[in-house]
Each structure stands twice: as structure tokens, then as C-alpha cells.
């Protein structure tokens, strides 16, 4: 049997994908580690590449091809801004975070964001899907595994609970089924590309998910 793009992609890029499912962040949630400061400090982060990522979405909906595509990334467009950016405002009014005494400017943070977007702004279509594909594959792989743990956070409980919400789980399996049913059309090197893009994407996660621990005193 052919091995499909996104059999290829993940093969290729298991390294790396692994690397990341072990990540300190990740093995400090599932063993309700991580502490409030280090969870505040990652929101603030993360909405920063939440915001990034809704005019990633609108570069795929504008480059996509065909119109079920394009109705199914406005949805993605819809979720991001009404459903995760709202779980953001209520949050740091919940905590009472004042998210400009946060730097969002840290090279790890701006590094995620910036070459996330600059896939989405110098690639096409499919390029944007990888780099997508990485990023959802990875939260919806660790987030069926945390969601199993005992975490005291109920916050951050919600926020694990919605990675593994089926709308999410659609989205990371929509991507998946998109590049596959490219990926049979295209050449080796294209292949080879897009499974470069999710490398890449990956290693940047992986600083990206640093950055909660940065300038943090160990106690």
C-alpha cells in the first residue's frame, strides 16, 4: 500500500513530534505540576498565537481551492474567534490577569508566531495545512492523554476538555484528510516540502513551549 502524506509526514517527523509529546509543559499538566503562574503566563502566550493563528486560517481560506474548503476554514475562523478567544478574555478577567504586565515579545513567542505566519504568508495552500497540521495534531495527541489526568486547575482543565472536544478533533483529522487526498497528486518534492513545513512548525512549538519557563526563579 502507497504510504499516504500524512503517514509520510509523521514518520518522517516522529524525532521531533516525540520530543515535544515529552516536553516539560506537557509532563508538568498531567501531573498537575504546573503552577498558576507558569499556566497564566502560557495564556498570555498562547493568545498571542491564537490571534496569529485566525490570519493563518484566513491566508488557507483565501488560498483554498474549492469552496467546501473554503466554508469549512471559515468555520475553523468562527471557533478561533468566538469560541477560544472568548475562553481568553473570560480567563484573564476570571484571574484578574493584566496581560500587559506579561512580555509576549520573548524570541521564542515572537519566533512561533512570526514563522507560523510567514508559512501561511509565503507558501501556498497546502503549506499552510502542515504547518497547521503539526501544531493541531500535537495538542489533540497530548490533550487525549492529560484529559485522563487528575488536574486541579479547572481552568485549566477546560482548556485540555476543549482540545479534545470533538469540533477540535474534526479539525485536526480535517487537515490530516486534506493532505492526504493532495498528497496524491503530488510529486516527491512537494512531499518532501510540506513534510519539511511540519518539521519546522514542530521545533518551533517546542521553544514556543519554553517560553512559559523563561526568567522563572526554580524553587
Request: aromatic content about 12%.
Amino acid at each position: 500500500m502507497t504510504e499516504t502524506l500524512s503517514e509520510k509526514i509523521l514518520r518522517e517527523n516522529d524525532a521531533v513530534l516525540s520530543d515535544m509529546l515529552r516536553h516539560r509543559f506537557i509532563a508538568d499538566i498531567k501531573h498537575d505540576k504546573l503552577t498558576k503562574e507558569g499556566f497564566e503566563r502560557y495564556l498570555v502566550y498562547e493568545a498571542a498565537f491564537v490571534d496569529t493563528a485566525i490570519s493563518i486560517f484566513a491566508y488557507a481560506a483565501a488560498t483554498a481551492p474549492r469552496i467546501d474548503q473554503k466554508r469549512w476554514l471559515i468555520s475553523v475562523l468562527d471557533a478561533l474567534a468566538n469560541d477560544q478567544i472568548a475562553y481568553f478574555e473570560r480567563t484573564f478577567s476570571m484571574r484578574q490577569i493584566d496581560v500587559s504586565q506579561f512580555d509576549a515579545k520573548l524570541p521564542q513567542v515572537t519566533a512561533f508566531c512570526e514563522g507560523m505566519l510567514s508559512i501561511a504568508r509565503n507558501g501556498g495552500f497546502l503549506d499552510v495545512l502542515a504547518a497547521m497540521f503539526a501544531a493541531e495534531w500535537m495538542y489533540w495527541t497530548w490533550s487525549k492523554d492529560a484529559a485522563g489526568c487528575d488536574i486541579s486547575d479547572p481552568l485549566l482543565k477546560e482548556w485540555i476538555n476543549m482540545h479534545v472536544d470533538q469540533t477540535f478533533a474534526d479539525q485536526a483529522l480535517w487537515l490530516k484528510t486534506q493532505l492526504d487526498e493532495a498528497g496524491e497528486a503530488l510529486g516527491a518534492e512537494d512531499r518532501d516540502r510540506l513534510s519539511e513545513i511540519f518539521g519546522q512548525a514542530m521545533r518551533l512549538e517546542i521553544d514556543f513551549h519554553d517560553a512559559p519557563y523563561m526568567g522563572v526563579q526554580e524553587s
